[in-house]
């Protein structure tokens, strides 16, 4: 009992992490003026990089079998976050946001309960808790993306929508190759990153975008992948400590992070009723955090 729960306190340290990381990793890039889609390519290089450090540090021999599932895990991530952009594109940054937000923690939090049978393990009280701290980790994120000002005409809503609800669909289901994985995090992020650079530099290459940009913007695009990657890692060990249904659903409340960089650094307009929001969604997040804790207890 004393283990489990010194297991569960790293569980929530790596979650407090993972809320900051999540939260902050788009920062660097906030002024940039670079086309989404080769941003994304950096953001994976700047993943990679801190893999490969990872790995030369804690990993064991890896062999190319037993990097198909990481390296699956890593395409699903990079079609994830250009689908992310097409839908930030035709639906504008809130409306895509609240899609895929709210669809990342469902998607998620049913891969935990149903594959990986955590519904069938928590019993009836802490199921209960956990759905519902589920739930306000959801109306918290739809609560926080509309505090924003209203953005215009919509381009293409069925498009839009679609490339919003894969970015979901993928970003909640990414890990569950490397859950499936017999190898610790350590070994499978590298190939994880692998297939992320692959995915996105493949994409870049058939568009023919241009990738290569001055070293400042470089470097700014990378430092955003190394936070992002290091968000993605301690998600992971995330979901290692708290279980899939209630730590990686957890790990999105980032969103709020993200929004105070916004409104208190940024200074970006809000008006009143979008700063009753924000406050509703941070007490919402808050609440749906304490819930999902007691459900471990």
């Known amino acids: 009992m004393e283990s489990r729960k010194i297991l569960m306190n790293q569980g929530i340290i790596f979650a407090f992490l993972t809320i900051l990381l999540f939260g902050s990793w788009a920062v660097p890039t906030k002024t940039l003026k670079i086309d989404p889609q ?3 390519f950096w953001l994976t290089i700047g993943h990679f990089l801190l893999s490969a450090v990872i790995f030369i540090f804690f990993a064991a021999p890896l062999t190319l079998n037993q990097s198909i599932l990481p390296l699956s895990a890593g395409i699903l991530w990079g079609l994830g ?22 669809t990342v923690i469902i998607v998620s939090a049913l891969w935990g309960l ?42 293409n809503l069925k498009f839009g929508v679609l490339a919003s609800l894969t970015l979901g669909l993928f970003h909640g289901s990414f890990f569950v190759p490397l859950r499936a994985s017999p190898l610790s995090i350590y070994t499978t992020f590298l190939p994880l990153t692998v297939g992320m ?4 530099f493949i994409i870049v290459s058939y568009k023919k975008l241009k990738i290569v940009h001055g070293p ?18 301690t998600a992971l060990l995330t979901t290692q400590y708290l279980g899939v249904a209630q730590g990686y659903p957890l790990t999105q409340a980032g969103i709020i992070v993200n929004t ?26 808050i609440l749906g955090a304490v819930v999902l804790n007691s459900a471990r207890v």
């Not at 930030?88 to 895509?96: D, H, K, V």
């Not at 307009?269 to 919402?284: D, F, P």
């Open 38 to 40: 080769v941003q994304a």
């Open 81 to 102: 976050i250009i689908s992310g952009y097409v839908g930030i594109r035709n639906l504008g940054i809130t409306r895509a946001l609240g899609t895929w937000m709210p």
């Open 114 to 155: 149903i594959f990986f049978g955590q519904a069938f393990t928590l019993g009836p009280w802490k199921l209960t808790l956990t759905i519902l701290g589920i739930v306000l980790l959801v109306i918290a994120a739809i609560s926080v993306i509309f505090s924003g000002k209203d953005e215009g005409k919509i381009k």
């Open 197 to 200: 650079v692959l995915t996105t």
């Open 216 to 233: 400042i913007e470089i470097g700014r695009m990378i430092l955003a992948g190394l936070i992002l990657g290091a968000g993605n890692y």
């Open 260 to 285: 105070l960089w916004g409104v208190l650094v940024f200074k970006e307009a809000t008006t009143k009723k979008g700063k009753v929001l924000i406050a509703i969604g941070v007490a919402l997040a």
